[in-house]
């Protein structure tokens, strides 16, 4: 009984929810796979999936350990490419998606220096706001607000996201602006569409975060539509600092609220776990990480400028 063989079989298995499936990708025949599984339940005397002739899913045993078994194949092939391969890793391709706020206002200031410094990958980049699997949609790495969905998928976190409301002074000249969260609800407002409170906004309010609701004039999954639409005095809109900080700094927009944070969300980066092109990810994601602090050295200028509360820094 090769245990590694096993182990690998219960995870192609679980990741791909099928025996047949994991049995194409491991080039092997169904039969092969299910006895390594059936050989890996003998040993652990428990089963691994629930099987029914459409389906197959993991037990509660095999969900238990399904992602300690996926990391310790994960390190099994980084290994192995690492000493066969150590010379030529960080060749080839990536296709990498991302979020507009992210490729704009940030990804777009350092695709230069990470081209010179690995001259030798080729990045495929798809720019959109939907919320996509990479598995399913055959990127190597999402980079997303929001945690993954699915078992088979691997994040890692690269900087804190902050969120300020805003107007232009236009606005806030014909209109005023509000002192309190609870006299939203008096303006006109723009709001993020993806944003999973929907049109929900939380403020830390005496050491705790309370709920608002809200009805916004203009919802978007575009948030450089909603900047614009700030700019032109259409509304307060909740942007995230990524994509206001400029706008900020130059007095074009006005922070609202700044008394009140809202929680913040966290920029990571999600891939597969099985993925062939973890060394390439993990040299992508480090290049990232280095040029950016969990606490951004935009937040930092917007917290020095008054435009952000320092409070903020006590969420990382």
């Known amino acids: 009984m090769d245990k590694l063989k096993c182990m690998e079989a219960f995870v192609k298995v679980a990741q791909s929810g099928s025996f047949v499936k994991a049995a194409n990708q491991l080039g092997v025949t169904r039969s092969v796979v299910s006895t390594r599984v059936q050989q890996l339940e003998d040993l652990v005397n428990a089963p691994l999936f629930h099987r029914s002739t459409r389906t197959v899913r993991l037990s509660e045993i095999g969900e238990k350990y399904y992602l300690e078994a996926a990391e310790l194949i994960n390190r099994f092939d980084h290994l192995i490419v690492g000493m066969s391969h150590a010379?030529?890793?960080?060749?080839?391709?990536?296709?990498?998606?991302?979020?507009?706020?992210?490729?704009?206002?940030?990804?777009?200031?350092?695709?230069?220096?990470?081209?010179?410094?690995?001259?030798?990958?080729?990045?495929?980049?798809?720019?959109?706001?939907?919320?996509?699997?990479?598995?399913?949609?055959?990127?190597?790495?999402?980079?997303?607000?929001?945690?993954?969905?699915?078992?088979?998928?691997?994040?890692?976190?690269?900087?804190?996201?902050?969120?300020?409301?805003?107007?232009?002074?236009?606005?806030?000249?014909?209109?005023?602006?509000?002192?309190?969260?609870?006299?939203?609800?008096?303006?006109?407002?723009?709001?993020?569409?993806?944003?999973?409170?929907?049109?929900?906004?939380?403020?830390?309010?005496?050491?705790?975060?309370?709920?608002?609701?809200?009805?916004?004039?203009?919802?978007?999954?575009?948030?450089?539509?909603?900047?614009?639409?700030?700019?032109?005095?259409?509304?307060?809109?909740?942007?995230?600092?990524?994509v206001a900080r400029d706008s900020l700094l130059n007095n074009k927009l006005i922070p609202i609220l700044v008394d009140y944070p809202m929680p913040r969300y966290s920029l990571r980066a999600v891939f597969p776990a099985n993925s062939r092109n973890l060394i390439k990810i993990r040299g992508v994601l480090d290049f990232l990480i280095e040029k950016v602090s969990p606490l951004p050295e935009w937040d930092e200028a917007l917290i020095n400028q008054g435009c952000l509360s320092p409070l903020i820094k006590s969420f990382l």
């Not at 990958?121 to 990479?134: A, K, S």
């Open 87 to 242: 010379k030529s890793a960080m060749h080839g391709s990536l296709r990498v998606y991302m979020a507009p706020g992210f490729a704009l206002s940030f990804f777009n200031e350092v695709l230069t220096d990470f081209t010179q410094q690995y001259k030798d990958i080729e990045l495929e980049i798809t720019i959109n706001d939907l919320i996509v699997d990479p598995v399913t949609s055959g990127f190597d790495i999402v980079f997303q607000v929001f945690p993954p969905r699915g078992i088979s998928l691997i994040e890692r976190k690269i900087f804190q996201i902050n969120r300020v409301m805003c107007a232009s002074p236009c606005f806030i000249k014909k209109y005023g602006r509000p002192e309190h969260p609870d006299q939203l609800h008096k303006y006109e407002l723009g709001f993020y569409s993806n944003y999973p409170e929907r049109n929900k906004l939380k403020f830390l309010i005496d050491k705790e975060f309370k709920e608002f609701s809200v009805k916004p004039r203009v919802s978007s999954s575009s948030i450089h539509l909603l900047h614009d639409f700030a700019l032109t005095g259409g509304a307060i809109v909740c942007l995230p600092t990524i």
